[in-house]
Nanobody, 124 residues
Framework: VLLEESGGGFVQAGESLRLSCADSKHTFSNHALGWFRRAPGKEREFVAAISWNGGTTDYADSAKGRFTISRDKSKYTMFLQLDTLRSEDTATYYC??????????????????WGQGTQVTVSS
């Protein structure tokens, strides 16, 4: 497994969680990384992405102002801080690595490497 998510859980609406994605074999230092999610009965959707050096970030409209993506290259780990969670944020969250070094994209099919997901459940 190249990417390992952690940090999911069950929270009340308005609370926070911090998801982590570990690049366990130190493979993706020069790759953009992204977070996607799949809610029950829905297609997987883009949440946020960060460039290889952390200098550029991109967010889905649903994430802007509430979620923050970051990466610690020294620890080969990416994070997604989830604040002011809503019931509609309930989903399995996946981290993914862009298919080639550098670049940045929202397109799911441009990410080749995926973690197994971590469940976030928000109760209203």
């Amino acid at each position: 497994v190249l990417l390992e998510e952690s940090g999911g859980g069950f929270v009340q609406a308005g609370e926070s969680l911090r998801l982590s994605c570990a690049d366990s074999k130190h493979t993706f230092s020069n790759h953009a990384l992204g977070w996607f999610r799949r809610a029950p009965g829905k297609e997987r959707e883009f949440v946020a992405a960060i460039s290889w050096n952390g200098g550029t970030t991109d967010y889905a409209d649903s994430a802007k102002g509430r979620f923050t993506i970051s990466r610690d290259k020294s620890k080969y780990t990416m994070f997604l801080q989830l604040d002011t969670l809503r019931s509609e944020d309930t989903a399995t969250y996946y981290c993914a690595a862009y298919s080639r070094p550098y670049g940045l994209s929202r397109a799911e099919d441009e990410y080749r490497y995926w973690g197994q997901g971590t469940q976030v459940t928000v109760s209203s």
